[in-house]
C-alpha cells in the first residue's frame, strides 16, 4: 500500500482507471515533478494542473512540499486522477489529522470506473447489430 522511506519522506501509490502513479511527498518549497518534468509541461490544461494540486489546496499545504511523481499507463486526465489519489494518501501517511478533510471531498477513495471490455459478436460494449427478422 504505502511506503515511508526516510523521516521526512513519505510515499503512496494512487490509481486511477488504468493509470497508476507513485508519489513521493518531502518537505520543501512546493515544486511538482511529474516524469522527471515540471507539472506545467506534463499536463496540457489548466483543470488537469488543478486536479493534481487540489488535495494541497484542500488541506492548506501548497507550497510546503515538494512532490517527485512517476505515473505510467492510460491518458493525461486519468493519470491526473491518479495522482491526486497517491497524494492524498501520501499527505495522510505525513500528516494523521487531514484524513477526514480528504476523505469528505472524496480523494481517498479508489475510483474504479474503467472503460468496460468489448463483448464477442457485438460491435461494442453495449451496442448490438441490427436484428433483421427476414
Do not use: C, W
Request: aromatic share 4%; proline share 1%; glycine share 12%.
Amino acid at each position: 500500500m504505502a511506503i515511508a522511506k526516510k523521516i521526512d519522506e513519505f510515499a503512496a501509490t494512487g490509481r486511477r482507471k488504468t493509470s497508476v502513479a507513485r508519489v513521493r511527498l518531502v518537505k520543501g518549497a512546493g515544486t511538482i515533478t511529474v516524469n522527471g518534468q515540471d507539472v506545467k509541461e506534463y499536463f496540457d490544461t489548466k483543470d488537469m494542473i488543478d486536479t493534481v494540486s487540489r488535495p494541497l489546496v484542500l488541506t492548506d499545504r501548497a507550497g510546503q512540499y515538494d512532490l517527485k511523481i512517476s505515473v505510467k499507463g492510460g491518458g493525461k486526465v486519468g493519470q491526473s486522477g491518479a495522482i491526486a489519489h497517491g497524494l492524498s494518501r501520501a499527505l495522510v501517511i505525513a500528516e494523521e489529522d487531514l484524513k477526514g478533510t480528504l476523505k469528505k471531498a472524496g480523494l481517498l477513495t479508489r475510483d474504479a470506473r474503467m472503460k468496460e471490455r468489448k463483448k464477442a459478436g457485438q460491435p461494442g460494449a453495449r451496442k448490438k447489430f441490427q436484428f433483421s427478422k427476414r
